[in-house]
């Protein structure tokens, strides 16, 4: 069974610093690596995807993850954070088989002025 | 295009009674996923829709049921509630079964009192 762990319930940064927020995934195949982006009483809005193509994904709002297939990794950053980007961030990897996607427990961001 | 839509958009029930959920889909997709979002599991999957047929299930009693119509639109029940039914329920559509590009719709807020 695939499986995605999210290191860090709670990240706080301040405005303009760097965002790096963790994630590990088990899968016995090549994964289908999502990150998600949910503000308060929405629902979940796709930032990017990693679907074996590069390594490096970009993604929205200035956002990117990097696919390490040793460490088996997919890290979400950004190199500036602003206010807006307050939220809570899902990794996810999709299961073609089952067909369903196993999210992460979530790492809620805040962004300190 | 429009994105999916869900309704109601919050909805508050009691104990013991019964719910149906909507969702609609992006237009040309066939596959529908729900997922229950609550603090304590997480994004947790339910079910996914195909052409009408129900292709895979979560691990979620029977008191959860759904279906799909001929032009994909899927509802989800939720019969006998239970205050552990309290969540937001999250509907995600995509061009088919087993398609990763998943696009997920705002959800149905559940209060069960």
């Known amino acids: 069974a695939q499986s995605v762990t999210q290191l860090g319930s709670h990240v706080s940064v301040s405005e303009g610093a760097l965002v790096l927020l963790r994630c590990n995934y088990s899968?016995?195949?090549?994964?289908?690596l999502f990150w998600y982006v949910q503000y308060p009483n929405q629902g979940l809005q796709l930032l990017l995807k990693?679907?074996?193509?590069?390594?490096l994904v970009k993604g929205i709002n200035g956002f990117e993850a990097e696919f390490k297939k040793s460490e088996t990794s997919f890290h979400l950053t950004k190199p500036s954070a602003h206010m807006s980007d307050a939220a809570e961030y899902f990794c996810?990897?999709?299961?073609?088989?089952?067909?369903?996607?196993?999210f992460g427990d979530g790492t809620t961001l805040t962004v300190k002025p | 295009k429009a994105g999916v839509t869900q309704t109601p958009r919050y909805l508050i029930k009691t104990r013991g009674q019964q719910v149906t959920l909507s969702c609609s889909p992006i237009?040309?997709?066939?596959?529908v996923s729900w997922y229950q979002q609550t603090p304590g599991q997480g994004l947790q999957f339910l079910f996914e829709?195909?052409?009408?047929?129900?292709?895979n299930k979560g691990n979620f009693p029977g008191r959860f049921s759904g279906r799909q119509f001929s032009n994909s639109r899927s509802e989800m029940n939720v019969s006998t509630l239970e205050l552990g039914d309290s969540a937001l329920y999250l509907c995600?559509?995509?061009?088919?079964?087993?398609?990763?590009?998943?696009?997920f719709g705002p959800g149905t807020r559940l209060t069960v009192t």
């Open positions: 995600a559509s995509s061009i088919a079964s087993g398609s990763y590009e998943q696009y």
């Open positions: 899968s016995s195949v090549p994964p289908y």
């Open positions: 990693y679907t074996s193509a590069a390594t």
């Open positions: 996810a990897v999709y299961d073609a088989n089952a067909g369903k996607s196993t």
């Open positions: 237009s040309g997709h066939r596959s």
């Open positions: 829709y195909f052409s009408e047929t129900q292709r």
